[in-house]
């Protein structure tokens, strides 16, 4: 009798110390973010941006992080007065990256999506965009339907992705992490295409012989913006205020000077893809 008290006690003792594991585990799932008080006694903000995503944000031949996005990075840590630090991110991992609470804030090409906006708070927008399809110019893609049945290059989160997949199921999406992964499966003919933001592409296009942008705008005007945790509305309205302020100097045109026009040439209009303190005409 006594055993059966004991066996069944411990039971319990186990069961409640299982429940308990699990709700703390749950509630680690989300770390809090950090204020901007916090931010500026750690000394430095921390920001995810691509790695690989040339000219938006990208490490060079010496280590460092280039691009329009870190332009802007680099500007907010100068406005608060503090360090930066980059994390490099894949696109599949943006939301992520923020309620783990690994970044402060996301400058990684983010286009704002309601998908996105319920799993995390955007700023106003400095940039807009649509998709785009580049493809080897002696078998262009010139419209979605030429990819039915075919094998078209996107990376996994991406609105490429969700886009194709709810508009045209008869395309067959060849999916990777990374956007130096994708171009590379492009370059060897893994797919007939590849899709991602138009200003990516032309990008790309630009800097590949043999490759054009046959489909120059696919699916509706989206907007870039920066992304906090959800709930982080100190930090948000900082970075709004920053957005508005910014404006008034025509830093974006700038921005886009330094960063983008190099690669563009006369190729773009900086007007159609800047957006100046968070207002899209």
């Known amino acids: 009798m006594k055993k059966s008290i004991i066996f069944f006690g411990l039971l319990s ?28 006694k750690s000394g430095k903000i921390i920001i995810a941006v691509f790695s690989d995503k040339k000219p938006f944000g990208y490490v060079d031949e010496f280590g460092a992080y280039q691009g329009y996005d870190v332009y802007f990075g680099n500007r907010i840590a100068n ?24 970044v402060d804030i996301v400058l990684a090409n983010f286009t704002k999506t309601k998908e996105r906006e319920e799993k995390v708070d955007f700023a106003l927008p400095y940039m807009k965009v649509a998709l785009g399809v580049v493809s080897p ?38 999916k ?9 499966a492009l370059l060897d003919g893994r797919g007939e295409g590849l899709s991602t933001d138009n200003t990516e592409v032309l990008a790309w296009a630009l800097e590949n012989p043999g490759f054009k942008v046959g489909i120059e705008s696919l699916g509706s ?4 913006a920066p992304a906090v945790q959800k709930g982080n509305t100190e930090l948000l309205n900082w970075i709004n205020n920053e957005i508005v302020s910014l404006g008034k100097e025509n830093f974006f045109h700038k921005n886009y000077e330094a960063t983008l026009r190099p690669v563009y040439g006369a190729a773009a209009d900086a007007d159609k893809l800047v957006v100046e303190s968070g207002i899209i005409e």
Do not use: H, M, W
């Open 221 to 224: 005007l989206d907007s870039i």
């Open 176 to 184: 990777f992490d990374q956007y130096s992964e994708a171009y590379n």
């Open 13 to 40: 003792l186990f069961g409640t110390l299982f429940i308990s594991c699990s709700g703390n585990s749950s509630k680690s799932s989300k770390t809090q973010a950090r204020s901007i008080d916090e931010i500026k």
């Open 79 to 102: 406005d608060l007065s503090v360090k930066v630090q980059y994390v490099p991110v894949e696109a599949a991992s943006r939301v992520e990256y923020l309620v783990t609470g690994k």
């Open 137 to 174: 110019e002696k078998a262009l893609v010139t419209k979605p339907e030429d990819l039915n049945g075919k094998k078209l290059i996107v990376s996994k989160g991406t609105t490429a992705e969700t886009y194709f997949t709810s508009n045209y199921p008869d395309v067959q999406l060849l």
